[in-house]
C-alpha cells in the first residue's frame, strides 16, 4: 500500500465479520481495488490478487464532524464492476444502513458523503470498501466477493466547529409534464434548516420536498440553509420548465419481472437527444416529457444506446399517428437480435401512414437479454427494461441528398454492376445514367451490363419538390476476361506450413480458415480497390514451421496482371520476401494500369526445393500453395498523360497501327495521323495513300482534364503494299532478354533469316528481312540453328501464320508448325512447316516464329502468338507470300557484301557497296531503331554525331546483313 498522512498508531477495534477473498482461479480477470482517495487517505494496492486487505491499523484520513468529503475508488479500467463503501461512525464493529458513503457501478467510482454529528470523535473508526464484478452479485459489508476484493482502512473524526452551510439542491427531473417533482437537498456543512422557494409563490421547509406546479411556465428555484454558524442560499433561474404538450399517455408501462447481470439501457443519444439512465434494475422509466429529439422526415438521424456487456435484444417503436398505441408493423422503426451497445440510422419516412407533424410523439425502447420471448412493445422484459422518450417530426422542406452504391455482381465477361440507391430526403423522381447511353427512372434499377472495356462515369439525379441533387460513381469494366495458367502445388502440410492463413490488401481482408494439402485456391469472387497511382501494402500470414522459430522456411511472392493480358510478367510483380509471418510487400499502382477487374496472384512457397521464383504456375510436385483475388482498378482523379506509339514506324504496307498508351485512364481519344486523316478511336489502324514521312498527334481528355502530345516526322511509309496488315497484338518489348542462348538462324525451304539482334526480345522484320515465299498445302522444311547449344537443355519453337488476312493470329488455327520441346543434343533442330490450303494467295501475310530456351524444364509457357516469357522469350515478324513471288511488290534483298568506314567513327560514315540505296537504319543492341538517315545525293556519307556514344547495329533496308558500329 502506498503512503499516507500518518495520523494514529492504534488498530481499529474488530469487525463483527470479517469477508473472505475471491477464489484463486478468478485473479487472471484482475478485478479488485487499486487506487482508494479520501482526505488525506491516498493509497495504491494490487487489486484482487491481494485477497482481502485489512489496512486498519495503518495510518489513515482524517475527518471532521459535519464536514463534506468526496471518496474516489477506482477499480479494473477493462470490466466494470459494483463498489460500495461503508463507514462505521458509531464505533460499534457493524456497518449499519446509514453508514453506506458510496455506491457505484463503473471503473472509476465517485461519492460525496457528510459526516454525521453523532459520529465517535477521536476514535479509530473501519471504512470498509467491497468490489465485485458487475454481473456477481451486489457486494454487502460481510460478503465474499466472486473476483474481486474487499479493503478496510482507517478514520479519526476530529470535534472542530462546522463550518457555514453551502447550499446545493438538484430536482430529480427538472423539466415536466405534470405531476410533483422531487427536490433533493446536496448542501454541504450539515445544515440544520432549510427553507425553499419555488418560484409559484409557494414555500417548504423540509429537506428534501415534493412540489407539483399548476400550469406550465418556466420557474426559479431558491434554497436557504442554516446551521449554527450560519447560512448560505442558492438559487436557480428557470431551473423547472412545465411543459403543457406532453405526449399522449403511454398504452402500458412494462415492468422488469427479474432484473440480473446489468441488462438494460444505460445511455440513449438521438440527434440533440443525450439521456443517462440506470440499466434495468430501475425497471421502466418514463423519460418522454423531458428527454425529447427533434428529427426531420426522411432524413436519417444516428441513434446510439449503451446497454449492459451481453447481448440485447433490443427494439425501438415511434407512435408516428399519435394515437396512443404502438401499432405493428409500421411503428417498429429498428430491431437488434443479439446485439451489445447498437448504433443505427433512425428515419421516419413521410410515407409511414398518418405521420402527425409538430407534435411531440411517444418513442419506445424495449431491451432484453437475447433470446427470450415474449417480446412486443407491451411485453415485460425478463432481465432488461423499457424506457420511453418522445420524438416530434418535422417535414422535410428540402432537395433530397442523393447517394448510392455499387456492388459487382459479375467483374467481366461482362460486367455487372448492381446499384444501391442510399438516397435520403424524400426524393419523387430518379434518373440514372449508367455512362454508355442506358438510362433509368426507378429508384431501384435493375443489374446492369457493361460488354466494352473502359471507364464509366454513372450518375444519379434525384428530385422533389425543393429541388434536386446528383451523386456520381465510377463503375470500371476490363477489356476482356483473361485466362491465366493454372497453379498447382502440394499445399504444405502441418509440419511444412506453405499455406496463407490471412491475406489483407486495401479493403480486402481474407481470414477464411484454411489447411494444408489444397494447392491453389481461387478467391477471385472478392476484390480489392486500388487507385492508379497510389501506394499499398499487401500483408500475408502463413503458421509457423514446426521445425522450430528459426528461418524463415518460406518466400512469399504477388503479382497483379496491370495489363490485363493474362501474363504476370517481372514488371507486374507486387515484390517478393522470405521472412516470418507476417509478410508485407509494398508497392505502387503504375499510372498506366488498365482499369477494371484484374487478376492479384499472391504465393507461398517452401525454399527448400529447385524453383523458379519469377514463375507464378508452380507445378504440383512443389511445397507450395497459390491463391488469385480480384483487382478493381480506377483511374486517379486528375487528367491524363497523353502518350501513343506505333507497332512499327517505318512501314512497307501504307498501313501503320497505333496503339495508345496514355496513363490515367483517358475516355476520350482524337488522333490526327499528317495526312488530314482523323480518328477517334483508343488504338487506330491507319492507312496512308502516299510513301512520306508524317507527324501523328493524340489529344486524350476525361472528366478532370486533356492532354495532347506530338511526334514530329514520327511515321514514314517506304513502300506501299509490301508488308502485311498490321497484327492485331504484340509480344511484350521488356525487359530485355540477357541471357547466352538464342537463335542463330531460321532457315524455311530456300529463304534463310540471321538473327541480326540475338537479344532482342521482340522485332518486326516484315520490312527489313527477305520475303517468305511458301506454297499452299504443302509442307516445308523447317532448320533451326541455335547458338551455346550446350548452356541450354532444349528449345521450343512455334509458327503462325495469319492464313486469313485479317490481322488477328489464331492461336491453334493458325498456328503452322510446332516443334514441342526438344532435348538439348539437337542442333539444328529440323522439321515440317504446313500452310492450310485456304491460306489467302498472292497478299503478304504475316509469319510469326516464337522460340524460348527450356532453361527451366518446369517452367510452365504459355504457348499463345501474343505471349513472350520476359527472360528467355523472343518473338520475330516477317512477310510470308502464298503463291508466286509478286516481284513488282517487293525490293530483291541485295547482295550482303556492302560496308561502311571508318569504324569506330565519330561525325561521317560512308557507305560501301550500298549500290542504290539511300536509306541508313541504325539500331540499339536492344533491337530499337535508333535512326533512319539518308543519304546525300552528292556523296555516299551520312552524319552520325548526333547519335549517343556506344554500340550500334547498321542496317541498309533491301540488303542482307547488317554491321555493327562504334561511336566514340
Keep these: 500500500m502506498g503512503g499516507t498522512q500518518r495520523i494514529s498508531a492504534q488498530c481499529v477495534i474488530p469487525a463483527a465479520c470479517t469477508p473472505g477473498s475471491a477464489a484463486a482461479a478468478n485473479s487472471v480477470y484482475e478485478m479488485g481495488i487499486y487506487r482508494v482517495q479520501l482526505a488525506g487517505l491516498d493509497t495504491t494496492t494490487r487489486g484482487g490478487s491481494d485477497g482481502y486487505g485489512n489496512y486498519d491499523c495503518q495510518p489513515g484520513a482524517e475527518l471532521q464532524r459535519g464536514g463534506t468529503y468526496g471518496l474516489a475508488v477506482r477499480t479494473n479500467p477493462n470490466a466494470d464492476e459494483a463498489v460500495r463503501a461503508w463507514i462505521d461512525f458509531n464505533g460499534n464493529g457493524q456497518f449499519d444502513a446509514g453508514e453506506l458513503v458510496l455506491a457505484s457501478t463503473g471503473r472509476n467510482h465517485q461519492g460525496l458523503f457528510t459526516v454525521p454529528a453523532a459520529a465517535v470523535l477521536d476514535q479509530p473508526l473501519r471504512l470498509r470498501i467491497a468490489a465485485d464484478y458487475v454481473n456477481a452479485p451486489i457486494p454487502t459489508p460481510c460478503s465474499t466477493p466472486e473476483y474481486s476484493q474487499t479493503e478496510d482502512y482507517q478514520l479519526l473524526v476530529r470535534a472542530n466547529a462546522l463550518p457555514r452551510p453551502v447550499a446545493r439542491f438538484v430536482a430529480d427531473d427538472s423539466v415536466r409534464c405534470g405531476g410533483p417533482i422531487a427536490f433533493r437537498d446536496q448542501s454541504l456543512n450539515s445544515p440544520t434548516a432549510w427553507r425553499w422557494s419555488f418560484g409559484d409563490g409557494t414555500t417548504s421547509v423540509l429537506q428534501s420536498p415534493q412540489h407539483t406546479y399548476a400550469a406550465p411556465g418556466a420557474y426559479t428555484v431558491q434554497l436557504r440553509v442554516c446551521n449554527a454558524t450560519g447560512c448560505d442560499s442558492l438559487t436557480k433561474v428557470g431551473y423547472v420548465q412545465v411543459r403543457a404538450d406532453a405526449p399522449r399517455p403511454a398504452p402500458c408501462q412494462p415492468a422488469t419481472t427479474a432484473f440480473c447481470c446489468g441488462f438494460g439501457v444505460t445511455r440513449v443519444r438521438l440527434g440533440n437527444l443525450d439521456r443517462t439512465s440506470l440499466d434495468g434494475r430501475a425497471g421502466f422509466e418514463d423519460f418522454s416529457c423531458a428527454a425529447r429529439a427533434t428529427l426531420t422526415a426522411d432524413r436519417p438521424v444516428a441513434m446510439q444506446l449503451a446497454t449492459g456487456p451481453n447481448a440485447h435484444d433490443v427494439r425501438v417503436y415511434l407512435d408516428v399517428n399519435d394515437n396512443g398505441q404502438f401499432d405493428l408493423p409500421a411503428e417498429l422503426l429498428y430491431e437488434g437480435l443479439g446485439v451489445q451497445s447498437p448504433s443505427m440510422q433512425l428515419t421516419v419516412a413521410t410515407t409511414l401512414s398518418g405521420l402527425v407533424y409538430h407534435r411531440p410523439l411517444r418513442l419506445r425502447i424495449w431491451a432484453d437479454a437475447a433470446g427470450t420471448a415474449p417480446f412486443g412493445p407491451c411485453s415485460a422484459p425478463l432481465r432488461g427494461q423499457v424506457e420511453d422518450y418522445s420524438v416530434v417530426v418535422l417535414p422535410n422542406t428540402t432537395a433530397p441528398t442523393a447517394a448510392f452504391a455499387v456492388n459487382y455482381a459479375q467483374y467481366c465477361g461482362p460486367t455487372r454492376a448492381a446499384f444501391t440507391n442510399a438516397t435520403v430526403g424524400g426524393a419523387t423522381s430518379y434518373r440514372w445514367d449508367f455512362g454508355d447511353g442506358s438510362i433509368a427512372t426507378t429508384a431501384s434499377p435493375p443489374t446492369h451490363s457493361y460488354s466494352t472495356g473502359g471507364v464509366y462515369d454513372i450518375t444519379l439525379v434525384t428530385a422533389n419538390a425543393f429541388g434536386s441533387d446528383t451523386a456520381h460513381h465510377t463503375v470500371v469494366v476490363a477489356a476482356a476476361c483473361a485466362a491465366y495458367c493454372p497453379a498447382d502445388g502440394t499445399g504444405g502440410s502441418v509440419s511444412s506450413a506453405a499455406y496463407f492463413t490471412r491475406v489483407q490488401l486495401a479493403n480486402l481482408d481474407n481470414q477464411d480458415v484454411r489447411l494444408p494439402g489444397t494447392g491453389y485456391r481461387d478467391y477471385t469472387d472478392r476484390a480489392a480497390e486500388l487507385i492508379q497511382g497510389q501506394a499499398y501494402s499487401l500483408q500475408a500470414e502463413s503458421p509457423r514451421w514446426s521445425t522450430g522459430s528459426n528461418g524463415p522456411w518460406v518466400r512469399v511472392t504477388a503479382w497483379i496482371d496491370y495489363n490485363q493480358d493474362g501474363n504476370f510478367s517481372s514488371t507486374e510483380r507486387l515484390g517478393q ?41 508452380p507445378p504440383a510436385y512443389q511445397n507450395a500453395t497459390t491463391e488469385d483475388y480480384t483487382v478493381l482498378i480506377f483511374p486517379a482523379a486528375q487528367a491524363p498523360q497523353a502518350g501513343f506509339a506505333a507497332d512499327i514506324t517505318v512501314s512497307c504496307s501504307g498501313t501503320v497501327q497505333l496503339r495508345d498508351t496514355s496513363l490515367i485512364a483517358p475516355s476520350t481519344w482524337q488522333w490526327s495521323f499528317g ?42 511509309i517506304a513502300n506501299l503494299s509490301q508488308g502485311p496488315r498490321p497484327a492485331s497484338c504484340l509480344p511484350s518489348m521488356g525487359p530485355d532478354i540477357n541471357f547466352p542462348v538464342t537463335v542463330g538462324t531460321v532457315q524455311l525451304g530456300g529463304w534463310t533469316y540471321t538473327n541480326a539482334v540475338p537479344f532482342a526480345p521482340y522485332r518486326d522484320e516484315t520490312c527489313n528481312a527477305p520475303l517468305i515465299t511458301l506454297a499452299p498445302g504443302t509442307g516445308t ?53 504446313h500452310v492450310p490450303a485456304t491460306a489467302v494467295r498472292n497478299r503478304p501475310l504475316r509469319l510469326r516464329i516464337w522460340w524460348m530456351p527450356n532453361i527451366i524444364p518446369y517452367n510452365v509457357v504459355e504457348e499463345l502468338p501474343c505471349y513472350r516469357h520476359d527472360e528467355v522469350g523472343q518473338v520475330r515478324d516477317f512477310t510470308a507470300f502464298i503463291g508466286s513471288t509478286p516481284t513488282s511488290t517487293r525490293v530483291t534483298a541485295k547482295s550482303s557484301e556492302w560496308s561502311f568506314a571508318p569504324n569506330p567513327a565519330s561525325e561521317q560514315l560512308n557507305i560501301i557497296n550500298g549500290g542504290s540505296s539511300k536509306e541508313v537504319q541504325i539500331w540499339d543492341m536492344a533491337g530499337h531503331l535508333c535512326a533512319t538517315l539518308y543519304l546525300s545525293k552528292a556523296s555516299n556519307s551520312v552524319d552520325v554525331s548526333a547519335l549517343p556514344r556506344g554500340l550500334y547495329i547498321i542496317r541498309l533496308p533491301g540488303h542482307l546483313g547488317v554491321r555493327r558500329l562504334t561511336l566514340l
Design 577 to 617: 520476401v522470405s521472412a516470418l509471418s507476417p509478410y508485407l510487400l509494398p508497392f505502387q499502382v503504375p499510372l498506366g494500369a488498365r482499369a477494371g477487374a484484374t487478376r492479384l496472384r499472391v504465393q507461398i512457397a517452401s525454399l527448400f526445393q529447385p524453383s523458379d521464383p519469377n514463375n507464378s504456375c
Design 675 to 716: 495526312d488530314g486523316g482523323t480518328s477517334t478511336q483508343q488504338h487506330p489502324q491507319h492507312t496512308y495513300a502516299q510513301p512520306g514521312t508524317y507527324s501523328v498527334s493524340l489529344r486524350v481528355a476525361n472528366r478532370y482534364g486533356a492532354s495532347t502530345v506530338t511526334k514530329t516526322n514520327y511515321i514514314v
Design 781 to 833: 522444311a523447317v532448320t533451326v540453328l541455335t547458338q551455346s547449344p550446350s548452356t541450354f537443355r532444349g528449345f521450343a519453337f512455334q509458327m503462325w501464320l495469319d492464313a486469313n488476312d485479317d490481322g488477328v493470329l489464331e492461336p491453334t488455327t493458325e498456328l503452322v508448325y510446332n516443334s514441342n520441346r526438344h532435348s538439348s543434343t539437337v542442333n539444328p533442330w529440323t522439321g515440317t512447316l
